[in-house]
């Protein structure tokens, strides 16, 4: 059961980062190909003036800002195949994944801050983008701790085969 519960939580971090890398292709897309914007832009939800913002880019450049937010959906993307991929899974995946959402919640928190006090807008797509990157780093923050009994089971599943393999050695 355990098992399943930690797949499906790579799943859903997976899925997760999937969904923000189509809205940071998205909003990449709206900068350089000047794609319609899918939004409101009048009031206080107002993503035409969040992302044509001097905040929108990254700073000393014209990168936006969706361009480094989509790296980090990748790597988001390949922690979580990482994983899928590693089961039973590492404990040093669910380190690297907590600190890497991690960084991504400081990044959502500075943005946040941005939208609200500097430009008293909010972008519904940012703002999406920022749920999902809360999601995955409250699924991180659960699942960091390394419970005994999981580290006891971890080594049980180590010596079964050693153990069977002895007891076979012994009847020969």
Known sequence: MGLLRRSGDQVLLLLLSVVGAGIAIYLTTVHYAHVPLVCSTTGFIDCARVVSSPYSLVPGTTIPITVPGLAWC??????????????????????AEFIWFL????????LVYVELVLLHSLCAWCT???????????????RLPRPESEAELEFAEEEAPRATKTTRNART
């Open 74 to 95: 990748v790597v988001s993307a390949a922690l979580a195949i990482a994983g899928l991929r590693l089961l039973p899974e590492h404990y040093w995946v669910r380190v």
């Open 128 to 142: 999406a983008l920022h749920v999902i990157i809360l999601i995955m780093f409250l699924v991180a923050l659960v």
């Open 103 to 110: 960084l991504g919640i400081f990044t959502a928190l500075y």
